[in-house]
């Protein structure tokens, strides 16, 4: 690493200083609480129904369909048990294969084996960090065949059932062409679309292109219950299972505890609702300031001639983690020692799932843009400076 490039990272960090008023530790993304948070928060407490009755969850879900755009929603404890239950209604069994990305966070791929799945993980596009649709078709025409109307892996035998492309820190993938695909080979379409809250492709919001889509409300996401998720669709039978699936099966019944199948206490309790429903008040506030802060970064980075990822073509990205593209894993590396030395958190992307000790035999197509990425993606500072 040369001496030039050194001085330009003190030159990144003082601008991060600077962003964030010269704190002495500036994290990656912390949650910000300037709306109703406490009074909902006391008038849950006062109610007693902290847990999982209260009409702070079904208020929520009532909200964040509408500002989705989608018919319905389900509230859950986090993103995985969303994504569990939707792999679930997709059919997902131990005889089904899903198809997702390697570079995503690890509950992608862990949500597929809870249903005894199997992953197959295809490439990304380089300037979405989402599944490629491409890739996508490439594999599909040399790999599989089509019998019962099922697309069937000719090595594996094993149904392809679903496809669970992910929006990667808020930049939608191309997921009208993955769409398309999916119809065309009836694979049911689940967007992993928890870091993509406001985030939209063609004007539509992420999550509402496939059957179902989940979003995350953990304490990292852009908006947060503490924990929490939601699963949305247009589609009311799966609305309806998905609700009875995440509160035990349990049969509406004044006082006899009925359950017609095994379910999972996957409800959202009403407590982490009250917070939620405060934080959702101000998501538009939260989008334009960060997408704000993304112009600075982009201007900045521009005259340093360092690349910044910027919204892929026809979306408006919610920016919900900044990144910068590096030119190679060692100017890489060098960044995030500099940065994490001197109080400013940086983070590389994550280890692709294929390199898991636990997805490491898993069916894989060329990987060379996920591979690519992983090397050189590191995620900045990204909090809301409202
Ligand atoms: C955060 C996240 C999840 C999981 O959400 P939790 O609420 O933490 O369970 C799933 N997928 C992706 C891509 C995520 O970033």
Redesign the pocket.
């Known amino acids: 690493m040369s001496k030039k490039n050194e001085n330009i990272n003190f030159k990144v960090i003082n601008f991060i200083k600077k962003l964030y008023k010269n704190k002495k530790f500036i994290p990656l993304h912390e949650p910000k609480f300037i709306g109703n948070e406490k009074k909902y928060l006391n008038e849950c407490i006062k109610s007693t129904f902290v847990s999982t009755v209260g009409k702070f969850v079904s208020e929520f879900e009532y909200e964040i369909a509408k500002f989705t755009g989608s018919r319905f929603a389900v509230a859950t404890t986090?993103?995985?048990s969303a994504?569990h239950i939707s792999l679930i209604l997709a059919g997902c069994n131990r005889y089904s294969e899903v198809i997702t990305q390697p570079l995503?966070?690890v509950?992608?791929a862990n949500a597929i084996s809870y249903c005894n799945a199997e992953p197959v993980f295809i490439d990304v596009d380089r300037d979405t960090m989402g599944l490629s649709p491409s890739s996508l078709r490439f594999f599909l025409e040399k790999n599989t065949i089509k019998k019962n109307n099922q697309c069937i892996n000719k090595k594996t035998k094993k149904v392809i059932k679903a496809c669970l492309p992910?929006h990667s820190y808020g930049h939608p993938c191309r997921i009208k062409e993955i769409k398309k695909i999916c119809d065309e080979y009836n694979i049911f379409l689940i967007e992993?679309a928890?870091?993509s809250l406001g985030s939209l492709y063609k004007n539509k919001h992420t999550g509402t292109f496939g059957k179902l889509g989940i979003i995350?409300?953990?304490g990292n996401?852009i908006i947060t219950a503490g924990?929490?998720?939601c699963i949305i669709t247009n589609d009311k039978v799966l609305a309806k299972k998905a609700k009875h699936l995440t509160t035990t099966s349990k049969v509406s019944h004044n006082w006899e505890f009925n359950h017609d199948k095994i379910g999972f206490n996957y409800r959202m309790p009403n407590i982490n609702a009250a917070l939620l429903l405060a934080q959702l008040e101000k998501i538009n506030d939260f989008i334009k300031n960060k997408r704000n802060l993304a112009e600075k970064y982009q201007a900045f980075f521009k005259s340093i001639n360092y690349n910044f990822f910027k919204e892929p073509k026809d979306c408006k990205s919610n920016y919900w983690l900044n990144c910068i593209i590096l030119k190679n894993k060692r100017q890489k590396e060098k960044f995030l020692e500099q940065t994490n030395s001197n109080g400013v958190m940086t983070r590389p992307t994550w280890i692709l799932m294929n390199k898991l000790p636990m997805y490491k035999d898993a069916e894989c197509t060329d990987l060379k843009n996920s591979r690519w990425l992983e090397d050189r993606i590191v995620n900045i500072p990204s909090s809301v400076t409202l």
């Open positions: 986090n993103g995985t994504l995503t966070f509950a992608t992910m992993d928890a870091e995350s409300f953990n996401k924990g929490g998720g």
